[in-house]
């Protein structure tokens, strides 16, 4: 079993859509999670990180479920400008060898469309 | 402006032929890890380290290594590279080896080829 999974998609919505996202990861002891976007063939950078109580940032929202260890990412009203590729990313524990370490999921490929 | 700084940006090369990728960052980070992204598995990591002198294997060291002699900088170095490490490279780097919340940022990316 991957470490951190997601669905890769595609996933094709029109503008003003309300999409929902959602990753798996398989570490109890995981500490951080994170969601990533990646333009084509760009680095990826910060969407945002994700509370245990769940969090909002504009159009988006993020929840975490530590007893089902998943993530979701909820986007509202999209816009065109939203293509992209969201990465789940989780920190491994920070008391072991995999200290600091960022897991990445596949990435869920997301096209908005006219 | 904060960045990490990737060179070079595309690189073709030959089998066996000793080539390095620089790395480096303006923001004091402790922590500097490479990754390789390819179609399908996603972005998995080779090496890391936590400070200066400190590094690690990641995920999918085999073929590559690194060092750390100075805190901004952390080459990756493919001494004899082979067609399966034709990839699209990230070097990334984040503020202390605990990041609880912290963000990590990412070089543009190198993508090299080996033919």
């Known amino acids: 079993r991957k470490e951190v999974e997601q669905d890769p998609g595609p996933f094709n919505v029109p503008e003003g859509a309300t999409v929902a996202f959602n990753c798996t990861y398989s570490?109890?002891?995981?500490?951080?999670f994170f969601w990533y976007r990646q333009d084509c063939r760009k680095e990826p950078k910060l969407l945002m990180s994700?509370?245990?109580s769940g969090n909002e940032d504009g159009r988006f929202t993020a929840q975490l479920n530590r007893a089902s260890q998943y993530i979701s990412l909820l986007i509202r009203d999209s816009k065109l400008s939203d293509s992209a590729t969201y990465l789940c990313?989780?920190?491994?524990?920070?008391?072991?060898?995999?200290?600091?370490?960022?897991?990445f999921g596949q990435g869920t490929i997301l096209t908005v469309h006219p | 402006e904060a960045q990490v700084t990737q060179n070079p940006r595309y690189l073709i090369t030959v089998t066996g032929k000793k080539l390095t990728v620089t790395c480096s960052q303006n923001?004091?980070?402790?922590?500097m890890s490479w990754y390789r992204q390819d179609p399908g598995l996603g972005l998995r990591q080779i090496y890391y380290?936590?400070?200066?002198?400190?590094?690690d294997k990641g995920d999918v060291p085999e073929g590559y290594k690194v060092s750390r002699k100075e805190k901004r900088n952390f080459p990756l170095i493919l001494e004899s590279p082979s067609p399966n490490q034709t990839s699209l490279y990230f070097c990334?780097?984040?503020?202390?080896?605990?990041?609880?919340?912290?963000?990590?940022?990412f070089g543009q990316g190198t993508r090299l080829t080996v033919v």
């Open positions: 570490n109890s002891a995981s500490q951080s």
């Open positions: 380290s936590m400070n200066v002198e400190v590094t």
């Open positions: 994700v509370y245990s």
């Open positions: 990334a780097s984040s503020a202390g080896g605990v990041p609880l919340n912290t963000e990590a940022f």
């Open positions: 923001m004091n980070h402790e922590y």
């Open positions: 990313v989780v920190n491994a524990d920070a008391g072991g060898t995999s200290y600091g370490k960022l897991t």
